[in-house]
């Protein structure tokens, strides 16, 4: 059964740093390209970043490019998020979604979600 | 990377269909054949319905289908059941690694 379980939510004050991560278990992790997906309580969906199985194909939405880093280990099966400047429109629930592919097409299997929240 | 555009509301009676479309652009939802579909449940993740546009995982009713015509996608619910209310959110891949959401639609079951 695959299982991704995120971490490291929590307050932080405006222009701060957070770093996410997300344990996989239940399939090959290095088989398959990762995504964070958001989403403001009551909102919709935003995509905010995918990588590749191997990190060799990595995307960033706009509104996150040049504060957030998509990082991952295999050899842990483990992906992370480092969110640096961060926001009060960055406030929303993290979660961590498994693709189908290797190469990041289709977002499909998502973990439970772990709240960041930036407020002063 | 603008959403794509769904209606926030849909509804339908027991055993009706109902149909959500889910616009974009030939960047998007036109131009790849990597839409998929997601039904949210109040306090729930989000489940994967439909990828490339008109598969369906395995373990999902075949009451769920997809559909494309230009830079519109659409997602059917055939013969509605009390347990299909919930939130419904389009995706499509946009090119250069990314994607995009839509706007999400609320199904209401009357």
């Known amino acids: 059964e695959v299982q991704l379980v995120e971490s490291g939510g929590g307050l932080v004050q405006p222009g701060r740093s957070l770093r996410l991560s997300c344990a996989a278990s239940?399939?090959?992790?290095?088989?398959?390209?990762m995504h964070w997906v958001r989403q403001v309580p009551g909102k919709g969906l935003e995509w905010v970043s995918g990588i590749s199985w191997n990190s060799g194909m990595i995307g960033y939405a706009d509104s996150v490019q040049g504060r957030f880093t998509i990082s991952r280990d295999n050899a842990k099966n483990s992906l992370f998020l480092q969110m640096n400047t961060l926001r009060a429109d960055d406030t929303a629930l993290y979660y961590c979604?498994?693709?189908?592919?290797?190469?990041?097409?289709?977002?499909?299997?998502w973990g439970q979600g772990t709240l960041v929240t930036v407020s002063s | 990377q603008s959403a794509l555009t769904q209606p926030p509301s849909a509804s339908g009676s027991p055993g009706q269909s109902v149909t959500i479309p889910c616009t974009g652009t030939s960047s998007d939802v036109g131009g790849y054949n990597y839409v998929s579909w997601y039904q949210q449940h109040p306090g729930k993740a989000p489940k994967i319905l439909i990828y490339e546009v008109i598969k369906r995982p395995s373990g999902v009713p075949d009451r769920f289908s997809g559909s494309r015509s230009g830079n519109t996608a659409s997602l059917t619910v055939s013969g509605l059941q009390a347990e299909d209310e919930a939130d419904y959110y389009c995706s499509s891949y946009a090119g250069s690694d990314t994607f995009v959401f839509g706007t999400g639609t609320k199904v209401t079951v009357l």
């Open positions: 979604v498994k693709d189908r592919f290797s190469s990041g097409r289709c977002p499909d299997h």
């Open positions: 239940g399939f090959t992790f290095d088989d398959y390209a």
